[in-house]
């Protein structure tokens, strides 16, 4: 795409190859025709400085649709430093208003731009941006040319402008990342869909357990989850007086905790037998967790994208005859503080496994539901 030799691609798809391991990445070889050397160099680097995965998980991310609109709507890859022409026409590609387009076609992104980067699989919606997308965009478009040594025009007044006026003249409402909680009773439907004879129903079984019972993990926690991760506890004794199988789950650094800071969460019982049914079939024993499973059945050496969790979520909704819009990966997230809450038990004791540093942030995943049932909603009942 670029118009590099065949060889520069290859070369960089095993440079992108190397790095899997601390960055894992989806579409390496799309990515290695789209990417410069000088991205894959910048990548590289900061692997090696040790970024956080999340994050630069998200620069690669974004940087593949910078590059890619850049291409489509100059015919070039993105200068270091980008102009502030660039820059404001970024913007206008992707804070517009529908009902301007209207009257006037030339508004907003170009049709032959939206098509190519929907055609790339970049762009999915023919309507504007998320005001939120475009400033994570453009921060991290920031942030990659500080870390070229370039200086951009990030901070220009006529961008700031754009921005603000942009965002006011089309007003966005603000919508759950899932339209609903998974909680235990949606779960338990979830996990009847999953049978005990065959690889994918136990890897899935495992999955959404696991994701739940660990304090909603991030999609991207569960399927970057590595056996080294986890460590075998002392059983925990149950209320009949037995035990129950236990283990801690290293998550390292994450999204909101500190660059030194090795987040730890626990696994008690069920969640712990289901994880330890699927190792088992699949012959794990080191290495990614939770893998792909080809059509015979085979199990595939490398990590599953992140998108496979959703994708795994929703084909499970699906079979439990609900709505496969109305829920996504996201929902075992705040599924598991609202059924903490329903439960009675106290936020700040959910926050320690699900990792929360916001209680504004955690308890705006509350649905409302526990509010409107609970004793708060019915002091005067």
């Known amino acids: 795409m670029n118009g590099t030799p065949s060889a520069s691609v290859s070369s960089r798809a095993e440079v992108l190859d190397t790095i899997a391991a601390v960055l894992p990445i989806d579409r390496r070889d799309k990515l290695a025709e789209l990417l410069t050397d000088q991205d894959i160099a910048t990548l590289k680097h900061l692997v090696n400085e040790g970024m956080g995965e999340n994050t630069l998980r998200a620069l690669t991310s974004d940087l593949a649709y910078l590059e890619a609109w850049s291409l489509a709507a100059t015919g070039s890859p993105l ?80 961008l700031k402008s754009a921005i603000r006026l942009a965002v006011r003249a089309v007003p966005r409402q603000r919508r759950r990342k899932s339209a609903k909680a998974v909680t235990g009773d949606v779960l338990a439907k979830l996990l009847a869909t999953c049978g005990d004879y065959s690889l994918r129903d136990l890897r899935d079984r495992a999955i959404l357990m696991l994701a739940f019972a660990s304090g909603g993990r991030r999609r991207s926690e569960v399927a970057g989850l590595r056996k080294e991760q986890l460590t075998i506890e002392a059983p ?90 109305e829920f996504s990966a996201h929902g075992l997230r705040s599924g598991y503080l609202t059924e903490a ?41």
């Open 79 to 158: 200068p270091w430093p980008a102009s502030e022409a660039l820059l404001l026409k970024f913007v206008a590609h992707h804070l517009w208003d529908p009902r301007q387009r209207e009257s006037d076609p030339g508004h907003g992104m170009p049709d032959d731009v939206g098509q190519a980067l929907r055609d790339g699989g970049y762009l999915r919606s023919a309507g504007p941006h998320a005001p939120d997308t475009v400033r994570r965009r453009l921060a991290n478009w920031s942030t990659l040319t500080r870390w070229r040594g370039a200086q951009g025009a990030f901070a220009s007044p006529a």
């Open 341 to 381: 809450a329903n439960r009675g038990i106290p936020l700040p004791e959910a926050m320690e496994q699900s990792r929360h540093r916001s209680v504004q942030q955690a308890s705006s995943y509350y649905n409302s539901a526990a509010p409107r049932e609970g004793r708060a909603a019915r002091l005067l009942s």
């Open 236 to 325: 925990v004794k149950a209320e009949d007086g037995g035990a129950l199988p236990s283990l801690s789950i290293h998550l390292g650094r994450t999204k909101t905790s500190g660059a030194d800071q090795d987040e730890v969460v626990y696994l008690t019982g069920r969640p712990v037998e289901a994880l330890n049914a699927w190792l088992a079939a699949a012959r794990i024993d080191r290495g990614s967790v939770f893998r792909a499973i080809d059509r015979w059945g085979n199990v595939s050496q490398r990590a599953l994208d992140p998108k496979a969790i959703n994708d795994i979520v929703k084909q499970r909704v699906a079979m439990a005859g609900l709505e496969v819009e």
